[in-house]
């Protein structure tokens, strides 16, 4: 019996261990939407998965912590939408006042203004408390993973860009790229053979999506956007940002 419950605790710790690294499993939340925080040891490196749609991104994400130092954040839900006091929206355009404002009355078309109010303070009241978690101490780099399935692609974020470095702009491969807000990261990855645009000014309509966000507060910012099931696209991205960024 001894020897039963030393093998399941063994097994306890090489879940939370893998490959003697430092796997530390916690949650946090804004406005009442949950991300799984899972840390593998030291580093100043970030991670974010925001759209519970987009599986490609998320099984990348987890395999690529087994290997390597970072910590992650990963929405804990299956969809695109979330629903925040029964209010369905976008959790990726909740970061400013108007862009939530905006996402509450696309989603919830029978909302009062009263309730928009009420919705967009929420959120706000909890927004620093959340950038404070996943935001890269000492000049970190914060790394958000998407997958795209229809129309979206690099042409839609040229209008917001201040460089484009375009290796192939046909279809499918337009629906591969780099968002980068940082313009040393941008001179890096424009190196690589990937498609990759700098936002460093971000544009007076904000649509209240992190990108802009974290842009407005300076933190070192990079989309790896890429079509949904493009796993091994999406790998070589990471890993050249692995590979050739600090």
Same mark, same amino acid.
């Given at each position: 019996?001894?020897?039963?419950?030393?093998?399941?605790?063994?097994?306890?710790?090489?879940?939370?261990?893998?490959?003697?690294?430092?796997?530390?499993?916690?949650?946090?939340?804004?406005?009442?939407?949950q991300?799984k925080?899972?840390?593998?040891?030291?580093?100043?490196?970030?991670?974010i998965?925001?759209?519970?749609?987009?599986?490609?991104?998320?099984?990348?994400?987890?395999?690529h912590l087994?290997?390597?130092?970072?910590?992650?954040?990963?929405i804990?839900?299956?969809?695109r939408?979330?629903?925040?006091?029964?209010?369905?929206?976008?959790?990726?355009?909740?970061?400013?006042? @108007?862009?939530? @404002?905006?996402?509450?009355?696309?989603?919830?078309?029978?909302?009062?203004?009263?309730?928009?109010?009420?919705?967009?303070?929420?959120?706000?009241n909890?927004?620093?408390?959340?950038?404070d978690?996943i935001t890269?101490?000492?000049?970190?780099?914060?790394?958000?993973?998407?997958?795209?399935l229809h129309?979206?692609?690099?042409?839609?974020?040229?209008?917001?860009?201040?460089?484009?470095?375009?290796?192939?702009?046909?279809?499918?491969h337009?629906?591969?790229?780099?968002?980068?807000t940082?313009?040393?990261?941008?001179?890096?990855?424009?190196?690589?053979?990937?498609?990759?645009?700098?936002?460093?000014?971000?544009?007076?309509?904000?649509?209240?999506?992190?990108?802009?966000?974290?842009?407005?507060?300076?933190?070192?910012f990079?989309?790896?956007?890429?079509?949904?099931?493009?796993?091994?696209?999406?790998?070589?991205?990471?890993?050249?940002?692995e590979?050739?960024?600090d």
């Amino acid at each position: 019996m001894k020897y039963q419950y030393f093998i399941i605790f063994i097994g306890f710790l090489f879940t939370f261990n893998i490959f003697g690294n430092d796997l530390a499993l916690e949650y946090v939340d804004i406005a009442g939407i949950q991300f799984k925080v899972i840390k593998n040891g030291e580093s100043n490196r970030r991670f974010i998965w925001i759209h519970g749609d987009e599986k490609t991104a998320a099984m990348l994400l987890k395999r690529h912590l087994k290997y390597n130092y970072g910590t992650a954040f990963l929405i804990e839900n299956n969809k695109r939408e979330v629903f925040i006091n029964g209010y369905m929206m976008d959790p990726n355009r909740i970061f400013s006042k @108007a862009g939530a @404002a905006k996402n509450l009355i696309k989603f919830n078309g029978n909302i009062s203004k009263m309730a928009v109010d009420q919705m967009v303070n929420l959120i706000a009241n909890d927004k620093g408390k959340f950038f404070d978690r996943i935001t890269p101490p000492n000049g970190g780099l914060l790394i958000a993973l998407h997958n795209n399935l229809h129309a979206y692609s690099i042409d839609d974020e040229i209008p917001f860009s201040t460089e484009i470095s375009l290796k192939n702009s046909e279809h499918p491969h337009h629906h591969n790229f780099f968002i980068c807000t940082n313009r040393d990261d941008y001179n890096l990855l424009s190196k690589s053979p990937f498609n990759v645009v700098l936002q460093e000014t971000q544009s007076k309509k904000d649509n209240g999506s992190l990108s802009w966000f974290v842009a407005r507060k300076g933190v070192r910012f990079i989309n790896i956007e890429t079509r949904l099931g493009y796993l091994s696209i999406q790998t070589k991205m990471l890993q050249y940002i692995e590979d050739h960024l600090d």
